[in-house]
């Protein structure tokens, strides 16, 4: 009996030692997941190569969507749907002076679109990159507008044989919803200063007003003509030779007998008409073959700045700093994710900035149609903060800063913008529906007693009461006021002088810099460097983004939850796919669904600009 208690214990001691065992090896392997997780592998980088520029999606200032989401979208394969401006901007700019990257490759058949100043700042890049003598080459299956303004950069610019050049100017089209809306018996009320604030004209006209007309025409104007001079200029060709391109593309392929890829050869809009492997022969000419690859040396852009990043922490950062905080997209109240400026988030990062005694001077890109009003004051009351405290405070304009974007600017000691760059759009507006009669053609009646004047005249299912349309167009005309005052304050200007520039129209960058609304035409970087000259900085400083700070339990579960998706993402593959594409497609329904929603809020004043242009 005692040998085979002895045995059992003996069984038992050795179960309980495996498990042991096998609960540190758990343990070990799982610490091994969150180490990969948080630090991933450092790319290897050839001692000769290419870097690779494959923008996918639209080129953004900040990315908007969830991790999670854009995880899902490399697990199955259709990759990111948006792009960093500053990842492209600095990736190109640390490979011009790095000896081991000979040459640059822009593949750009899945860039889907940017602003034209978006656009600028990364040929600002590829033009300081062919300063040094390196060869960039630009090769797509077909090139849009948007895509074809990068390749015109490149010394090289490749067709596939089957493709096309496809450049059709800029345009904005509305739709107008007032035909609808009378057809439901809904009524629309707009209230609002300024003969071209024309953002809710949409609710309430069935075209183009003739003041939205004359406006769009101007900047659209504006854009055409930068784009045609850029492109023109990196070319070596007249601007207007683009506009005949356009204007006679049909008719040329029609005489090509359809072969759209000559017509461009012809027009001498690409170097010479090349498939993908015959561009690679062409890339490894210039910096060899990499033959497990059975291509050219090469090196991605993603991976090529997790290697300059690592480099760079090697060095020891001065501790003057040129701060930096992005807003980006729609201006809303509360606390707000990236792609949005929330009123408290982003106001909240103006003031850390100005508490942050390492940080010297702040540079507040912004690339917004403007938003809610409380917002827009919130941020502006923290930007003057700043500007009080002392430390210099420039704006950097992108390719949209107008309405509630400019609002945020307007204190700044300086303001950059592109020469393309819609800005102004100084003016407020409230927009409110009634749909009283809506009910009633169902048989649906609303009849009660209040209080006050003031009982029940916010509801929506009621006639609009004249008391209320009082209070509204009161608000907005003290609104506009008070907008006219930020702007008069900070352009050193009077309040009949901005006015007189003002009533929501839509101003170019070119224009905007003429009327004095902005004060110098430069990139990003240019008011990065105005910013530390202000400062005093000299040469010796380094740039920060101030963004939103996480403990490093957050930055950890957010790691394990990308790399979570990314597995499920491998493994499910097809499914996620077809998911990722759903909401791709949804998203822009419930981001105009959400934008009606917040401008039909009763009390709320909006300084929103409609100038968006494809």
Same mark, same amino acid.
């Given at each position: 009996?005692?040998?085979?208690?002895? #045995?059992?214990?003996g069984?038992?001691r050795?179960?309980?030692g495996?498990?042991?065992?096998?609960?540190?090896?758990?343990?070990?392997?799982?610490?091994?997941? *969150?180490?990969?997780?948080?630090r /991933?592998?450092?790319?290897?980088?050839? &001692?000769?190569a290419a870097?690779?520029?494959?923008? !996918?999606?639209?080129?953004?200032?900040?990315?908007?969507?969830?991790?999670?989401?854009?995880?899902?979208?490399?697990?199955?394969?259709?990759? +990111?749907?948006?792009?960093?401006?500053?990842?492209?901007?600095?990736?190109?700019?640390?490979?011009? $002076?790095?000896?081991r *990257?000979l040459?640059?490759?822009?593949?750009?058949d899945d860039?889907?679109?940017?602003g !034209?100043?978006?656009l600028e700042?990364?040929?600002?890049?590829?033009?300081? #990159?062919?300063?040094?003598?390196?060869?960039? =080459?630009?090769?797509?299956?077909?090139?849009?507008q948007?895509?074809?303004?990068?390749?015109?950069?490149?010394?090289?610019?490749?067709l596939?044989?089957?493709?096309?050049?496809? =450049?059709e100017?800029?345009e904005?089209?509305?739709?107008?919803?007032?035909?609808?809306?009378?057809?439901?018996?809904?009524?629309?009320?707009?209230?609002?200063?300024?003969?071209?604030?024309?953002?809710?004209?949409?609710?309430?006209?069935?075209?183009m007003s003739?003041?939205?007309r004359? +406006?769009t025409?101007?900047?659209?104007?504006?854009?055409?003509?930068?784009? !045609?001079?850029?492109?023109?200029?990196?070319?070596?060709?007249?601007?207007?030779?683009l506009?005949?391109?356009?204007?006679g593309f049909?008719?040329?392929v029609? @005489?090509?007998?359809?072969d759209?890829?000559?017509?461009?050869?012809?027009?001498?809009l690409?170097t010479?008409?090349?498939?993908?492997?015959?561009?690679? &022969?062409?890339v490894?000419?210039?910096?060899?073959?990499?033959?497990d690859? %059975?291509?050219?040396?090469?090196?991605?852009?993603?991976d090529?700045?997790?290697?300059?990043?690592? +480099?760079r922490? =090697?060095?020891?950062?001065?501790?003057?700093?040129?701060?930096?905080?992005v807003?980006?997209?729609?201006?809303?109240?509360g606390?707000?994710?990236? /792609?949005t400026?929330?009123?408290?988030?982003?106001?909240r990062?103006?003031?850390?900035?100005?508490?942050?005694?390492?940080?010297?001077?702040v540079?507040?890109?912004?690339?917004?149609?403007?938003?809610?009003?409380?917002?827009? +004051? @919130?941020?502006?009351?923290?930007?003057?903060?700043?500007?009080?405290? /002392?430390?210099?405070?420039?704006?950097?304009?992108?390719?949209?800063?107008?309405?509630?974007?400019?609002?945020?600017?307007?204190?700044?000691?300086?303001?950059?913008?592109?020469?393309?760059t819609?800005?102004?759009?100084?003016?407020i507006?409230?927009?409110?529906?009634?749909?009283?009669?809506?009910?009633?053609?169902?048989?649906?009646?609303?009849?009660?007693?209040?209080t006050?004047?003031?009982s029940? $005249?916010?509801?929506?299912?009621?006639?609009?009461?004249?008391?209320?349309?009082?209070?509204? @167009?009161?608000t907005?005309?003290r609104g506009?006021? &008070? #907008?006219?005052?930020?702007?008069?304050?900070?352009?050193?200007?009077?309040?009949?002088?901005?006015?007189?520039?003002? @009533?929501g129209?839509?101003?170019?960058?070119?224009?905007?810099?003429?009327?004095?609304?902005?004060?110098?035409?430069?990139?990003?970087?240019?008011?990065?460097?105005?910013?530390?000259?202000?400062?005093?900085?000299?040469?010796?400083?380094?740039?920060?983004?101030?963004?939103?700070?996480?403990?490093?339990?957050?930055?950890?579960?957010?790691?394990?939850r990308?790399?979570?998706?990314?597995?499920?993402?491998?493994?499910?593959g097809?499914?996620?796919?077809? *998911?990722?594409?759903?909401?791709? %497609?949804?998203?822009?329904?419930?981001?105009?669904?959400?934008?009606? &929603?917040?401008?039909?809020?009763?009390?709320?004043?909006?300084?929103?600009?409609?100038?968006?242009?494809e």
């Open positions: 009996m005692a040998t085979i208690g002895g #045995f059992f214990k069984v038992w050795g179960l309980d495996l498990r042991r065992v096998l609960h540190l090896l758990l343990l070990l392997l799982f610490f091994g997941f *969150v180490v990969a997780a948080l /991933g592998t450092i790319p290897r980088l050839p &001692q000769k870097l690779v520029i494959h923008p !996918q999606g639209k080129i953004v200032e900040q990315l908007a969507s969830d991790p999670i989401q854009r995880a899902f979208s490399e697990a199955s394969g259709r990759g +990111e749907n948006q792009t960093l401006l500053w990842d492209l901007t600095d990736t190109i700019s640390a490979a011009a $002076t790095d000896k *990257v040459a640059l490759v822009l593949e750009l860039l889907q679109g940017a !034209q100043p978006t700042e990364v040929a600002v890049a590829l033009r300081r #990159f062919r300063a040094t003598g390196k060869k960039v =080459i630009a090769q797509a299956s077909s090139y849009s948007a895509q074809y303004y990068l390749a015109a950069q490149a010394d090289e610019v490749y596939d044989p089957f493709g096309m050049v496809l =450049i100017g800029y904005r089209y509305r739709m107008y919803f007032k035909g609808a809306l009378d057809k439901l018996s809904v009524d629309m009320h707009l209230f609002r200063v300024g003969q071209y604030k024309s953002a809710a004209e949409t609710y309430v006209r069935t075209d003739p003041a939205d004359e +406006e025409l101007s900047y659209l104007g504006g854009l055409w003509n930068g784009y !045609q001079a850029s492109v023109g200029k990196a070319r070596g060709m007249a601007p207007e030779l506009s005949r391109y356009a204007n049909v008719a040329a029609k @005489q090509a007998q359809g759209a890829a000559d017509v461009a050869l012809k027009a001498g690409v010479a008409l090349k498939s993908a492997p015959d561009v690679e &022969q062409r490894i000419e210039l910096v060899g073959e990499d033959k690859a %059975h291509s050219f040396n090469a090196i991605s852009q993603s090529y700045l997790r290697v300059i990043k690592a +480099e922490r =090697i060095h020891k950062d001065g501790d003057r700093r040129v701060g930096v905080i807003a980006s997209g729609e201006i809303l109240d606390d707000q994710p990236p /792609g400026v929330g009123g408290q988030s982003t106001a990062l103006v003031r850390d900035a100005r508490l942050n005694d390492d940080i010297r001077a540079v507040l890109r912004i690339d917004s149609p403007g938003g809610s009003v409380l917002a827009s +004051e @919130q941020i502006y009351r923290e930007v003057v903060a700043l500007k009080a405290s /002392g430390k210099p405070v420039v704006v950097s304009m992108g390719n949209l800063a107008a309405s509630g974007g400019y609002y945020i600017a307007a204190p700044a000691d300086e303001i950059f913008a592109s020469a393309t819609l800005t102004g759009s100084i003016g507006f409230a927009a409110l529906p009634t749909v009283d009669r809506s009910l009633g053609r169902l048989g649906v009646t609303v009849d009660g007693v209040g006050t004047a003031l029940g $005249t916010m509801r929506l299912d009621r006639p609009l009461d004249p008391l209320l349309a009082t209070y509204l @167009q009161t907005i005309d506009y006021e &008070q #907008f006219l005052g930020h702007v008069s304050a900070g352009r050193g200007k009077t309040r009949d002088e901005i006015h007189a520039i003002a @009533q129209r839509v101003w170019i960058g070119s224009d905007a810099q003429r009327i004095g609304l902005v004060d110098t035409l430069g990139t990003y970087e240019d008011a990065v460097k105005a910013a530390a000259v202000r400062a005093k900085l000299g040469e010796d400083y380094r740039v920060e983004r101030v963004e939103p700070s996480m403990t490093w339990v957050q930055q950890l579960a957010l790691q394990l990308v790399q979570v998706a990314r597995i499920a993402g491998s493994v499910l097809g499914p996620l796919g077809r *998911v990722d594409i759903l909401l791709s %497609h949804l998203s822009p329904l419930e981001a105009e669904v959400a934008r009606v &929603q917040r401008l039909s809020t009763p009390n709320h004043a909006y300084a929103y600009c409609f100038c968006t242009v």
